[in-house]
């Protein structure tokens, strides 16, 4: 299984740049990167997806360096509601029994 | 609105009285999962089902079963629930692209379950 670690939590102020990196360092082949936003008593949130190099859409980017062995999560500018806890995803199922694995996540908190 | 749904929201019972917490999809997913959520341990996955009658462990299915008799359907169940299955559970659907790689799984709205 391609076990994930992120930092616990993170502070920042409104406005700032946030960067979340996750550990996979036996990342398969196969498996794409995840990330999902939860918030207190809801389901995740899909925010986006990458396999490698950069992966950019309306609201974060996903850098993945060459050997896979990480990837880096960034929001712009965030705000208040940006509060939330943010899970990496390791994982491509296939038929030959390929659980996913979230990363306990880490909580950030965005200050005013 | 393209929803993934779970019944009960809320559910309290007694050691080893068999439950079923449904989970139903109206986006025509192939793949469905279970996660139950802890403090401290994040998402953890239970079982999951890329298609019709093809069922898959997670990573912590001890004590539950699944059944995909139907695309949209993926209950899970609890034979003889005891109080470690005390937790905050999830489905989640998604489509399968190149029939491997998961796309976004979008997550239902959970089922808080407690068992004494």
């Known amino acids: 299984l391609a076990k994930t670690t992120q930092p616990i939590s993170m502070d920042s102020y409104e406005g700032q740049e946030v960067n979340i990196t996750c550990s996979h360092n036996?990342?398969?082949?196969?498996?794409?990167i995840t990330w999902y936003q939860q918030f207190p008593s809801q389901g995740p949130r899909f925010i986006i997806q990458?396999?490698?190099t950069k992966v950019t859409n309306e609201v974060a980017s996903l850098f993945i360096p060459a050997d896979r062995k990480s990837s880096t999560l960034s929001l712009p500018r965030v705000s208040l509601s940006d509060t939330a806890v943010y899970y990496c995803l390791v994982g491509a199922p296939n038929s030959g029994n390929t659980p996913l694995v979230f990363g306990k996540g880490t909580r950030l908190s965005v200050i005013a | 609105e393209a929803q993934v749904t779970q019944n009960p929201r809320y559910l309290i019972t007694v050691t080893g009285k068999k439950l079923t917490v449904t989970c139903s999809q109206n986006?025509?997913?192939?793949?469905m999962s279970w996660y139950r959520q802890d403090p401290g341990l994040g998402l953890r996955q239970i079982y999951y089902?890329?298609?019709?009658?093809?069922?898959d462990k997670g990573d912590v299915p001890e004590g539950y079963k699944v059944s995909r008799k139907e695309k949209r359907n993926f209950p899970l169940i609890l034979e003889s629930p005891s109080p470690n299955q005390t937790s905050l559970y999830f489905c989640?659907?998604?489509?399968?692209?190149?029939?491997?790689?998961?796309?976004?799984?979008?997550f239902g709205p959970g089922t808080r379950l407690t068992v004494t």
């Open positions: 989640a659907s998604s489509f399968l692209f190149s029939g491997r790689a998961i796309g976004e799984q979008y």
């Open positions: 990458g396999y490698k």
């Open positions: 986006m025509n997913h192939e793949y």
């Open positions: 036996n990342i398969a082949t196969n498996d794409y």
């Open positions: 089902s890329m298609n019709v009658e093809v069922t």
